[in-house]
């Protein structure tokens, strides 16, 4: 048997040796998004971004008039920390307050930008106010 595990243990070492270690390939920029009016007139989004490192963290978001008929534009910026990142897909979470929305306002487009350029966006409809069930 010593035979058999010493020709296991070589083979082994020398597919570590011939092949290199990649990572997985990181995921595509993936946006989750829900937009919601507000009784008062305003609205509300909440985004999670998908990245696909370790080092992203929310930074700023602006909102703005898009060029599409009844649509809000929403650009999110992801900043990169300093230092070492993983590649390890990582959730980023952000939520936004404006304090007016058109009455022909009915969708948000949500712009993410990352390391100066566009990695996403994605289109979502702005939902009808909450409603409280009254027990």
Known sequence: MPALASVAAAAAAAACSSTAYAPPAAPLWSINAVATLEPGGGYTVHTVTLAPEDCFAASEATASR??????IELRITLTRADGSCRHRATDIEHDFEAPAAAAADTQVEVIVIADGEEKSRSIVPLSPPRQLDRI
């Open 66 to 71: 898009s060029s599409l008929p009844g649509t």
